[in-house]
């Protein structure tokens, strides 16, 4: 079946740094992945989309890289801040299967 | 505020009772989800809905949920003889696009214990 996977560790960094977050998928490939952000208690909020003909998309301090033929996704925040702290989703497919999610903290 | 809203936003109950979920959607979009999120995991799909019509429900799903969207707007979501297992946040998220790839605007849930 289809399966989307994280790191379910947490990630700890410090403010400023550049955060990277992983999301890898088998058995299936996906026209297009969906980033989301997850505020405790809160739905998720989009992000980005990436299509499959596109290497890499950005947004403001925001990168996410797409690569098929390893079947992951990166998602890198750079001059990371505090206020970034959340939990981070990767999703796929028209009805959107999720990721477990990457916790992320920054510290100052 | 992302337009997406859901009632009631927490619920208590007892197990063994029914319980149901409102969500209106942002009024132009035409595919309404419904997800269940429980504590360190990610939105597990339950169904969707395209107008009126459920076109996709999780094999998951038991047959004691059932969900709803009569006009094509809003929706419910109703669990019968709840189970403490049922004890999750449900979020209802919509989107509109023929081809279903925008981005889904998401409620904040409406958080369900079972006792």
């Known amino acids: 079946s289809q399966k989307i996977e994280q790191n379910s560790e947490a990630l700890n960094i410090q403010e400023g740094k550049t955060a990277t977050l992983t999301c890898n998928y088998t058995?299936?490939?996906?026209?297009?992945l969906q980033w989301y952000r997850q505020d405790p208690g809160r739905g998720p909020v989009f992000l980005l989309l990436i299509r499959e003909n596109e290497k890499e998309k950005r947004k403001e301090r925001l990168k996410v890289t797409f690569d098929t033929t390893l079947k992951q996704s990166l998602f890198h925040i750079t001059a990371s801040q505090p206020a970034d702290s959340a939990t981070y989703l990767c999703?796929?497919?028209?009805?959107?299967?999720f990721g477990q999610g990457t916790t992320l903290q920054v510290k100052p | 505020d992302t337009g997406v809203s859901q009632d009631p936003r927490h619920k208590i109950t007892k197990r063994g009772q029914n319980v149901t979920f409102r969500c209106d959607p942002i009024?132009?979009?035409?595919?309404l989800y419904w997800y269940r999120q429980t504590l360190g995991q990610g939105p597990e799909f339950l169904t969707y809905f395209q107008n009126e019509a459920q076109l996709e429900k999780s094999r998951l799903l038991s047959d004691r949920f059932s969900a709803e969207r009569p006009k094509g707007s809003f929706s419910t979501l109703e669990i019968q003889r709840t189970e403490q297992g049922d004890s999750a946040m449900y979020l209802c998220?919509?989107?509109?696009?023929?081809?279903?790839?925008?981005?889904?605007?998401f409620g904040e849930g409406s958080r369900l214990t079972v006792l």
């Open positions: 009024s132009e979009h035409n595919r």
């Open positions: 999703a796929f497919t028209g009805k959107l299967i």
């Open positions: 058995n299936y490939s996906p026209a297009y």
């Open positions: 998220a919509s989107r509109t696009g023929i081809l279903g790839t925008g981005e889904l605007f």
